[in-house]
């Protein structure tokens, strides 16, 4: 499993670039791949695809609502249009038309969600996305695909368009680690076992798989022998594997940027309630809202720091056959 | 005596007249029975079931006819010809007068009319599009057709295809906000391979239009969204044809139609009366408002 990750990390690059990058690659790999903005194209890099393809690609202005029905008129033609604007916004403001189109119609619509999590920090809870997660995932239909480091936005950005139907694609904003090699093959819909443990199994995705893969390091110095699981699939969710990992280390801890409610914990609990019921501790942001700062250190404050994966390790150890 | 050849060539679903034919008194008059005879349909839908949208439905019967019947370029046995015209009822409640014209034009068996909202029926409550052929987006939500035709528009102008999109819209239903984002797309991309038809029927949900959110002047508002506006009485056939094509002949804009109509059209009682929005009749007003209707069907026969 080794050289699915790179130890150490490699230097930190901006995964909204990494999306600018994956998009033009796209445009150039499918005819049929169209771009549409709420006007934010310079905030997430899809203007790199505008200034290559500049006829298929559609600023609508400041109205998400409309993005998200003329993409999902332009799909009706055949077109395979990326939506963009904040996550937020399409978790919020433009989620009847995500819901009655995407959804119900099942439009082939894929809705790129930027500045995901706590990662447009700076900007403050109005602008944090936070309850997206829960909120995309309980539609029916929805695909939701998390991209833990700017690899995992190449390698998983044309599946997504290969896929028939609506995919959530949560972005961050932020310079992160890279964690992936070359031998990274994600595939939608599957788990990846990131390191193998008997004790406890950490499941988590997006900019939170690194701070586990560091946690990990502290649990073994103190005697834990955790499984990383890196859940890049929200939905579906890869049942068999959680399963797995419910019976063969006993104890599970979530991990996610996002509210403890409704998200990546919560997903995981639904199902080992159903198949193998253990201890499950999850840790995320509390049920409120965050604060402006800088990013890693708001993502410290509000519980998701590299001690807090720790500490939730130990404690669902702990609790194991209580 | 009726040869082999004439008995194979008797057309299942009833003739339509061709896009591009001449508006002749004779096809006036046969859109124009037809558009009663749907409204006698949705009547019964709605009655026999207990369930559905009548006013609305019953305002928008001769501008779904003239669509269906005459102006768009559609294939009931090819419902996804990739150069089909689009259409979307974007007022999605109205959509028994929908069905009505879908089930003649011949997408589904006329006898399914009488599902309508009943469960395992392919005629949902508000538009499906897997279940029902010939339905483009589900609707009901009212307020996305103008962004979603304009999409379906751009897509077109793309693949340099002459296919249009057209979307019907109520008029309490440009109250939403969306319904302006995608006019002022619409108008920024100069999509005018795109129609919009407003059933201006002045009544919405809890009483008339003019009360409940003012919407005058509505000529005014579309020319300054970039709108090119053709206003019509949305009840004469001729006027509702001559419009649509004189739709097609705009370049540089897109093309709304203004049809002034009355909700409820047809039976006395019914309109004008907020009432008749999403009430279905009693076993005497069903008599009363088949009757008023049948009487109608007849003047045109004379």
Request: aromatic share 8%; net charge neutral; with cysteine.
């Amino acid at each position: 499993m080794a050289e699915i990750v790179k130890y150490p990390f490699g230097e930190p690059i901006s995964m909204r670039k990494a999306y600018g990058e994956a998009l033009v690659s796209l445009g150039k790999a499918r005819e049929d791949v169209v771009v549409l903005s709420a006007d934010v194209s310079n905030s997430d890099y899809s203007g790199m695809f505008e200034d290559i393809y500049p006829d298929r690609f559609f600023n609508v202005g400041i109205a998400e609502q409309a993005l998200v029905d003329i993409a999902v008129g332009l799909a009706n033609g055949g077109k395979v249009p990326i939506a963009n604007t904040f996550a937020f916004l399409f978790a919020t403001r433009a989620l009847e038309q995500v819901r009655t189109h995407l959804c119900y119609g099942q439009a082939n619509v894929k809705l790129a969600g930027a500045y995901a999590g706590l990662s447009d920090s700076f900007d403050g809870p109005t602008h944090h996305s936070i309850t997206d997660l829960a909120i995309m995932r309980c539609l029916p239909h929805m695909t939701v695909v998390i991209p833990a480091d700017p690899i995992a936005v190449h390698k998983l950005l044309p599946q997504i368009v290969s896929l028939q139907g609506p995919v959530f694609f949560r972005l961050c904003r932020n310079e992160v680690p890279v964690i992936f090699g070359d031998q990274y093959e994600p595939r939608i819909g599957k788990g990846i076992v990131l390191a193998e443990g008997r004790d406890v199994t950490i499941i988590s995705c997006g900019v939170m798989v690194a701070r586990c893969l560091q946690a990990a390091q502290d649990l073994v110095r103190s005697g834990i022998r955790p499984r990383i699981v890196e859940m890049h699939t929200l939905k579906p969710l890869d049942r068999e594997l959680v399963t797995r990992c419910a019976q063969e280390t006993g104890a599970l801890v979530t991990v996610e940027e996002h509210s403890i409610i409704g998200g990546l914990g919560s997903a995981v609990a639904e199902v080992v309630s159903d198949t193998c019921p253990v201890p499950v501790k999850r840790v995320g942001i509390a049920d409120r809202f965050a604060e402006s700062g800088p990013y890693h250190a708001l993502l410290d404050c509000y519980g998701m720091s590299v001690n807090d994966v720790v500490i939730a390790a130990e404690h669902a150890v702990a609790a194991k056959g209580r | 005596m009726i040869t082999k050849r004439e008995v194979i060539t008797i057309p299942e679903s009833p003739v339509i007249h061709p896009f591009g034919t001449r508006h002749t008194p004779e096809m006036v008059i046969d859109l124009s029975k037809r558009a009663i005879n749907f409204r006698i349909d949705v009547l019964r839908m709605v009655y026999q079931n207990k369930t559905g949208h009548i006013g609305g439905a019953f305002s928008v019967a001769e501008i779904l006819t003239a669509l269906f019947f005459h102006h768009l370029r559609v294939d009931p046995a090819n419902p996804h010809w990739p150069d089909r015209d689009r259409f979307v009822l974007s007022k999605g409640h109205a959509c028994a007068m929908l069905y009505a014209a879908l089930a003649y034009r011949g997408y589904f068996p006329v006898e399914d009319l009488m599902t309508f909202r009943t469960l395992n029926s392919r005629l949902q409550g508000h538009p499906e599009r897997q279940k029902t052929p010939g339905i483009e987006v589900p609707s009901g939500p009212l307020g996305h057709g103008v962004a979603i035709a304009a999409g379906m528009a751009l897509a077109a102008k793309m693949d340099r295809s002459k296919r249009r999109a057209y979307v019907v819209l109520g008029d309490g239903e440009i109250n939403a906000g969306v319904i302006w984002e995608g006019a002022l797309a619409a108008a920024k991309y100069k999509l005018d391979n795109l129609t919009a038809i407003l059933d201006y029927n002045g009544v919405q949900q809890t009483g008339a239009t003019i009360k409940v959110m003012p919407l005058e002047p509505i000529a005014e508002k579309w020319r300054s969204f970039g709108w090119h506006v053709i206003e019509v009485h949305g009840h004469n056939m001729l006027r509702v044809l001559d419009a649509l094509d004189e739709a097609n002949e705009i370049h540089g804009r897109p093309v709304i139609i203004v049809a002034r109509t009355t909700k409820g059209k047809g039976v006395t009682f019914m309109e004008n009366d907020h009432f008749w929005h999403g009430s279905p009749p009693t076993s005497a007003q069903f008599e009363a408002a088949l009757s008023e209707l049948q009487q109608e069907v007849g003047r045109w026969q004379k």
